[in-house]
């Protein structure tokens, strides 16, 4: 079920929330389970029985890694028996085939592929329910005592699917009490619209663009047109990800939560380590916590550094999908950090204009190997970047996607957001609001193009 449907906004949506603020207060919780269940299995209903065999597992981890509170051997034994299973379960039904292949190819062998299929949001649960299990060795927090609370938790439905990633500990006590403010409920209401414009409105139109380049053929785009491809593609995956976010953050308000940001206007950034600093916040989060630093981080030579960097980003690349151009891709990053670590940060702190000229170019040359999943068509399109072939094939193109590129562009920058929080009168706000929500509307009920791109991550 997608957040951006008319199933989910009228009928899932009102249910919902007309009984999880009627029932009593102990009961909420297993009401959040019951309706997250409910809004998985309606789009993955076979994979109902991993999410709750996960949290099961991960229950009785917790609960025996503070049972055994002096004993460290146990306590190590379960917490790698648990990270062995969650790995485990998430390499096997995303990285199977990505294996298989390269067996195949190395040792020109004939296994054949698993015929199986990856389930919604594995790799954001896995991540979630895996900090649960590190923290409570660490003593970061108590095991949690309720089966129940650990399984609205994992599968709370605003951030199941495709995030925020939001630990354990920031959302613990809120899990155990929570109030519930007006105020704050109208402005889940309104983050909610916000991101439901920002998918609906920009990220399915200026991504559009994107879908043409494949179908006119790489080989055959101007150098113009792959450009303008490429920042179709950059404005797609900004406002389609960060619209998500916001949706999700908007109704953890509405539920008593607090997640996470998750998005600070990354194309902004004068580096690319501003950049990670500003994009997927709690992804890049959660591998400084749970593996950057306890691999070292930065704390024993620059060649341990580089070394866990590069740890690092070719698990970042590979979390993302299973394909050599993740991997190029987490690759290709830990090089330009690297670089801005150790000789390129002094100069870009020279030149404001220059250094996010630079940002913005190794940002969209980063989305083509992102994008793109044959490596040779990789090589294609980037000589059409460089290849000063100037048709006139993109002014067509132009005509029809300038002015949504241009409102994504203006839209990815803070400008709009400062006007908008200034406003102290509530009526043109809310107007604006209420021409947003109406507007996405009529697009879904006319919409034939309407995923969510990080589904499939």
Known sequence: MLFSSLLFIFQFLPIFFVIYYCVPARFRNLWLFLASLFFYAWGEPRFVILILISIFINYLSGYFIQRYDRNEKIRITVLVLSIIYNIGSLTFFKYSNFIIENINYIFNGTIRPVNITLPLGISFYTFQIMSYTIDVYRRDTKAEKSFINLGAYLCMFPQLIAGPIVVYTQVSEKLCKRSYDLKEIEKGLQIFILGLGSKVLIANNVGGLWNDMAQIGYANLSMPLAWMGLLSFSLQMYFDFNGYSLMAIGLGKMLGF????????????????????????????????????????????????????????????????????????????????????????????????????????????????????????????????????????????????????????????????????????????????????????????????????????
């Open 258 to 457: 607090d997640f996470p940001q998750n998005f600070n206007f990354p194309y902004i950034s004068k580096s690319i380590s501003e950049y990670w600093k500003r994009w997927h916040i709690t992804l890049s989060t959660w591998f400084k916590d749970y593996l950057y630093i306890p691999l070292g981080g930065n704390r024993k030579g620059k060649l341990r550094t580089l070394l866990n960097m590069f740890i690092v980003w070719s698990v970042t690349g590979l979390w993302h999908g299973a394909s050599w151009n993740f991997i190029f891709w987490g690759i290709y990053f830990f090089v330009l950090l690297s670089l801005e670590k150790f000789f390129l940060r002094k100069w870009l702190e020279k030149s404001a204009i220059l250094s996010r000229i630079y940002t913005i170019l190794a940002i969209l040359l980063g989305w083509m190997i992102f994008a793109i999943t044959e490596l040779k068509d990789i090589g294609i399109y980037f000589c059409r970047l460089f290849s000063f072939s100037i048709t006139n094939d993109w002014i067509y193109y132009l005509r029809n996607y300038g002015i949504i590129l241009v409102i994504g562009i203006l839209l990815s920058t803070p400008f709009l957001k400062k006007w908008y929080d200034r406003q102290k009168n509530k009526v043109p706000r809310n107007l604006l609001l209420l021409l947003i929500f109406l507007l996405s509307i009529a697009y879904l009920v006319d919409a034939a193009y309407n995923p969510f791109l990080y589904f499939r991550f």
